[in-house]
C-alpha cells in the first residue's frame, strides 16, 4: 500500500545547526511528495513540494529533493532558528488523497 | 481571502450525543477531506471527497458520516460520540488531487 515513513522525534537542536528530517515513501504509480508544518495551535500549511523525481523544493531556507531511487524526500536546513520549532510532515498524494507521515516535533533551543 | 474556515473551535460532548463539524472553502476546490490528529498517530483521513454529491471514506471512517452537497461545504457528522473519538479534527481542501492542501484551524474535541 501507500506510506510515508519519517523520523521519530523530538528532534532538539540548537540554533544555527544543521536539520536534517528523515522521510521515506512506498507508492504505486508516481506520488506528488510535500512537507507540511504545523505550528503550534494552528492548522497544518504548506512548506515545500516536489512533484516529479529530482525536483528540489524549497522555502525559508528548506529544501528537499525528490529521490526516486531512494524513495525518499529529506528535510533539511542549513542553520535553524528558534522560530522554526513546530512540528513537520511529510506526505504524499496519490489518486485522490493526501497520505501523512506521523509528523517529527522540533525544538530549536537559543 | 477566509480560505477554509472551521467551526466550532472547541467542544465537549457526552458519550452518545451527535454533532455537526463545520467546513466550508471559499477558493472553488474541488477536493476536501476530514482528518483526525492524535498524539503519535500523525494526521489519519476519516473521509474525503472529489467533489459535490461524492464521498468515499479513508483510513478511519467508523461513527462519522459526511456529504457534499455544495462545493463549499463538508460537514462531519458524528452520530454518536464516544471517548475514542476525542481527538483534534481538521479540514483539508485542494484545487487538485496532486496540489497544496488547505487546511482549517482544527476543531478540539472532547467527549466525556
Not at chain 1, 1 to 28: D, H, K, R, W
Not at chain 1, 31 to 51: D, H, I, M
Not at chain 2, 3 to 26: N, W
Not at chain 2, 76 to 84: D, F
Amino acid at each position: 500500500g501507500n506510506s510515508v515513513t519519517q523520523m521519530e522525534g523530538p528532534v532538539t537542536l540548537s540554533e544555527e545547526a544543521f536539520l536534517t528530517i528523515n522521510c521515506t515513501y512506498t507508492a504505486t504509480g508516481y506520488p506528488s511528495l510535500f512537507w507540511y508544518v504545523q505550528y503550534p495551535g494552528e492548522g497544518l500549511q504548506l512548506l515545500l513540494k516536489a512533484t516529479k523525481a529530482d525536483d528540489k523544493g524549497s522555502n525559508k531556507g528548506f529544501e528537499a529533493t525528490y529521490r526516486k531511487e531512494t524513495t525518499s524526500f529529506h528535510l533539511e536546513k542549513g542553520s535553524v532558528q528558534v522560530s522554526d520549532s513546530a512540528v513537520y510532515f511529510c506526505a504524499l498524494t496519490v489518486k485522490d488523497k493526501i497520505i501523512f507521515g506521523k509528523g517529527t516535533r522540533l525544538h530549536i533551543l537559543p | 481571502n477566509a480560505g477554509v474556515t472551521q467551526t466550532p473551535k472547541f467542544q465537549v460532548l457526552k458519550t452518545g450525543q451527535s454533532m455537526t463539524l463545520q467546513c466550508a472553502q471559499d477558493m472553488n476546490h474541488e477536493y476536501m477531506s476530514w482528518y483526525r490528529q492524535d498524539p503519535g498517530m500523525g494526521l489519519r483521513l476519516i473521509h474525503y471527497s472529489v467533489g459535490a454529491g461524492i464521498t468515499d471514506q479513508g483510513e478511519v471512517p467508523n461513527g462519522y458520516n459526511v456529504s457534499r452537497s455544495t462545493t463549499e461545504d463538508f460537514p462531519l457528522r458524528l452520530l454518536s460520540a464516544a471517548p475514542s473519538q476525542t481527538s483534534v479534527y481538521f479540514c483539508a481542501s485542494t484545487r487538485a488531487a496532486d496540489t497544496e492542501a488547505f487546511f482549517g484551524q482544527g476543531t478540539r474535541l472532547t467527549v466525556v
